[in-house]
């Protein structure tokens, strides 16, 4: 479910609270029901400027979410911290990034649900039975050939960005292939993050690695289609739109999707033996599980104490994002996340995307390697 204040808005929480207002035995879920990042961290919303409605109107929607039951995970990607869904299952998630994950590494079915749809999927335990639930849904619909070797987590967002922009509509299902990289968790996390963030798309084949695509022949009926072919060039023009105009640093993002393990132990090597430029803003979004290991295991406290901010079960977007910027003086924006640069323009940001060491360096030079 979306929970946080900026989703839900005032009509959401009336709606919440009227249900949680309902005797026990008809309001609660019938179904393991999960939250999306909320829209506060209790820690940060001081010191971010968040609007005055923000922490109350959180608080609200908690206690509803509560009484209805539901789990108060705060996260977007619930398969990597609580529990992955497995093959077949059928899901209603209101997470494009937890959907086509979802639906392409793991070989669950699920559609994007909106938030009123998945709050009643959570209630009745049932989903309608359209779209990516069923088999003749899930067939290729075009071929990819990925001639590069994707390094860091930009680059395979960015591929995903790249075949998203060519999607006509929801039914459509790309077929990648070519690829001689084996990508993991994340990779696949920031893959298929950015293509349903540029295409709206709830599914993708990766030849060879996704469950469901062994080979060509087992996703397409029939021979495949002519293949559009992306390589190093196209990449490296699409970094460059981003940068155009742009080459001081206001803030740099880790975020949409919120880090794994895994992404904050490398960031924190990265980062050691550095400090952050007191002008820039280093933030990182992670979900509540996550923080909690990163504390115990000391990375954390190196980041820190490097200067980064670590933003706990929430997600950058979702944070009352033009008000903030608005209220702190950002602008200039870097991120690692090709989703993230997609959706934050509408927030009135200018965001750059780069690998995370540039990254990592705009952050601490206060330029744009």
């Known amino acids: 479910l979306m929970a946080d204040g900026e989703a839900v808005g005032e009509a959401g929480l009336a709606l919440l609270e009227r249900l949680a207002a309902a005797p026990p035995e008809e309001r609660r879920v019938r179904v393991p029901t999960v939250t999306d ?23 609200r929607i908690v206690r509803a979410l509560e009484a209805l039951g539901v789990l108060l995970t705060n996260t977007c990607v619930p ?3 609580v ?3 497995v093959a077949g299952e059928h899901l209603a998630m209101g997470d494009t990034g937890s959907a086509i994950y979802a639906n392409s590494v793991l070989g669950a079915r699920t559609n994007f649900e909106g938030g009123v749809a998945a709050l009643w999927a959570g209630l009745t335990g049932r989903v309608p039975r359209y779209g990516m639930h069923l088999d003749r849904h899930r067939r290729g619909t075009w071929l990819f050939e990925i001639d590069l070797e994707p390094g860091d987590w930009a680059e395979w967002g960015a591929i995903g960005a790249l075949v998203g922009r060519r999607m006509r509509n929801y039914l ?35 030849v060879g690695t996704t469950p469901e695509a062994p080979d060509l022949a087992a996703v397409f009926d ?23 105009g742009v080459d001081g640093v206001d803030l740099v993002v880790f ?3 919120q880090l794994s393990l895994l992404e904050v132990e490398r960031i924190a ?57 608005v209220a702190m003086g950002w602008r200039r924006l870097v991120t690692n996340s090709a989703k993230l640069v997609n959706i934050i323009q509408g927030y009135g940001y200018q965001p750059v995307l780069q690998p995370t060491e540039a990254c990592l360096e705009a952050a601490c030079t206060g330029r744009l390697p």
């Open 37 to 59: 990042p909320r829209g506060v961290d209790p820690a940060a919303c001081a010191w971010l400027r968040q609007p005055e409605l923000a922490p109350p109107r959180e608080a």
């Open 79 to 81: 398969y990597q911290v």
């Open 83 to 85: 529990a992955p869904p």
């Open 172 to 206: 459509e299902v790309p077929v990648l292939t070519g690829l001689t990289v084996r990508p993991g968790s994340d990779e696949l996390k920031h893959l298929g993050a950015a293509l349903a963030s540029f295409g709206s798309t709830p599914l993708f084949h990766l």
């Open 222 to 244: 029939g021979p495949p289609p002519a293949a559009v072919r992306l390589g190093r060039a196209d990449l490296e023009e699409f970094f460059a739109g981003f940068r155009r």
């Open 255 to 257: 975020a949409a999707p």
């Open 269 to 325: 090597g990265l980062l050691d033996g550095r400090r952050v430029d007191p002008a820039v803003a280093l933030l990182l979004a992670l979900p509540p599980a996550v923080a909690a290991e990163a504390r115990r295991l000391g990375l954390a406290g190196r980041l820190e104490g490097a200067g980064a901010r670590i933003l706990e079960g929430v997600c950058f977007y979702q944070m009352y994002a033009r008000e903030m910027g």
